[in-house]
């Protein structure tokens, strides 16, 4: 009850931190998206460069976050920029990885028979597997997006906004409510993040992929 009482108190800055929470989220995955994305179509059109990319997101992956934010501090000094670019640098990895991964996989005939009709490179590349991998690299984003609202709560350690500012306040001062109020907003975040992704994900697959499934509930129907 006593938690109730806090949060009907203190709701404005709630909903401001969660507000907060959800514009760095959403800005560093759209700068994740628009650097990982075409990293990913490069890599799968000159093979060199995999080892390379994929190594330096690797370790970058590897660090600590708070150790990267330690690192980014010195150059961005403290707020959100430093933040925003150690939630970008760890968001690459499953960016890039998957939509080389979705590229490389599709059917070899698909791309012949695009040739066939005298496609362009380019026209392949946007009409043909863009759309065919999309499945693979929304998969990818939505690891990001959902590794990213945790991340964004280690922003309050550098002075940045966001639900982290209540759970590292609540922290200090010992105040388990304040803890809460930041914590529960966080989950669910992860969780609304997780189910919206998942929903684009399926609106991007391609029908080629669905029909089976439907085909099926068809057939199990009386």
Do not use: W
Not at 46 to 72: D, E, H, R
């Amino acid at each position: 009850m006593n938690f109730i009482t806090y949060i009907s108190n203190n709701g404005t800055l709630v909903l401001l931190s969660t507000l907060e929470h959800m514009q760095l989220t959403f800005f560093s995955i759209l700068i994740a998206v628009l650097i990982g994305v075409p990293l990913g179509i490069l890599i799968s059109y000159l093979s060199g460069l995999q080892k390379p990319v994929l190594g330096c997101a690797n370790v970058i992956q590897a660090v600590p976050s708070i150790a990267l934010l330690g690192f980014l501090v010195p150059f961005l000094g403290i707020g959100e920029k430093p933040a925003v670019c150690m939630v970008v640098m760890y968001s690459l990895l499953p960016i890039i990885k998957n939509t080389a991964i979705g590229l490389a996989h599709i059917n070899p005939q698909t791309i012949e028979a695009a040739k066939g009709i005298g496609m362009t490179r380019f026209q392949i590349l946007t009409k043909v597997k863009l759309p065919l991998a999309l499945p693979v690299i929304m998969a990818g984003i939505r690891i990001s997006a959902v590794t990213s609202v945790g991340l964004v709560t280690l922003a309050a350690f550098i002075g940045a906004a966001g639900l982290g500012y209540l759970i590292y306040s609540g922290i200090r001062t010992v105040n388990t409510y304040q803890i809460l109020s930041g914590a529960i907003p966080a989950c669910l975040l992860a969780l609304t993040v997780d189910f919206a992704a998942s929903l684009v994900e399926k609106a991007v697959t391609p029908m080629c992929y669905r029909e089976p499934a439907q085909d099926k509930k068809k057939r199990v129907s009386p």
